[in-house]
């Protein structure tokens, strides 16, 4: 793997870390975080060796957003270089904010399941790269928004698009248009996080959800997540098929013997993915 300054990935098995790493900033956004965010991406996203990946903040935030330097850092199109400027749109400012949403997407594409583990501030730039992730885990006190209005913009590194399939139409509109702040407790109501625990608990309950997820059959989970995240975009009859194609694969699958045969040994399974 590539080395990076402002990322850190380490892995525990078939489970992986991706560890925001400017603490002293509350990690928050620069054009060099997204940069290696992005390219990060590009190695991890089809790793067949993850079965689950932990994106957590070092220090006491997730991320505070986005760095102020950015606005005085120049245009837009100039968040990405590489010879792929240019190719998404004939805007440069519209090319640049699609390559930097990037940095976010893979998150979501990604073959096996992410999981965002936060604690103290997720704000702005911060939210929108947890709700990039599968599911996220929030630890108690800490406080959660959509802050762009505040500085005349929008959220457009995925929040409008991903807040409302989270929490519906009407409370994304409300929480992006008010620019409010509110805290885990809130943000565990309206389904903004799957769990909520203590801070201390935090990574310890991320750990623990991401091997229990990466000890179940790889292509299963891969194929479940497809399913479900077509259950968003697609209507029902073509989401069926997105389903029976996964099982299809299931089916024929050397796991699917060993979960049978491991199931009638009374033994733990042993995937390997095929």
Excluded at 16 to 32: A, E, H, M, V, Y
Aim: glycine share 10%.
């Amino acid at each position: 793997m590539t080395d990076y300054e402002t990322v850190e990935l380490t892995r525990d098995g078939h489970t992986g870390w991706l560890r925001l790493n400017r603490p002293d900033k509350l990690n928050s956004f620069t054009i060099q975080m997204w940069q290696e965010l992005r390219a990060l991406g590009k190695e991890l996203r089809d790793d067949p060796d993850l079965r689950a990946l932990v994106v957590i903040g070092n220090g006491r935030a997730f991320s505070s957003g986005i760095d102020t330097s950015v606005f005085t850092a120049g245009a837009a199109d100039s968040i990405e270089g590489g010879d792929d400027v240019g190719t998404r749109h004939r805007d440069p400012t519209v090319d640049g904010i699609l390559r930097t949403q990037e940095a976010y997407s893979w998150l979501e594409e990604a073959r096996y399941p992410t999981i965002a583990a936060v604690r103290g501030f997720a704000l702005g730039a911060g939210l929108q790269m947890a709700l990039a992730c599968d599911i996220r885990v929030f630890a108690r006190g800490t406080s959660v928004g959509l802050l762009e209005h505040k500085y005349g913009i929008l959220p457009d590194l995925g929040g409008t698009q991903r807040l409302p399939r989270v929490v519906g139409a009407g409370k994304a509109k409300e929480m992006i248009w008010t620019a409010a702040r509110i805290d885990a407790d809130e943000a565990y109501r309206i389904g903004l996080c799957e769990r909520l625990v203590d801070d201390d608990a935090l990574e310890t309950n991320a750990g623990e959800l991401a091997a229990v997820i990466a000890a179940q059959p790889p292509l299963a989970v891969q194929g479940a997540k497809r399913a479900v995240d077509a259950a968003d975009r697609v209507p029902v009859s073509e989401g069926l098929v997105v389903e029976a194609e996964a099982q299809a694969v299931c089916l024929r699958s050397d796991d699917m013997r060993e979960a049978i045969e491991a199931f009638v040994e009374q033994r733990q399974p042993n995937y390997s993915g095929k």
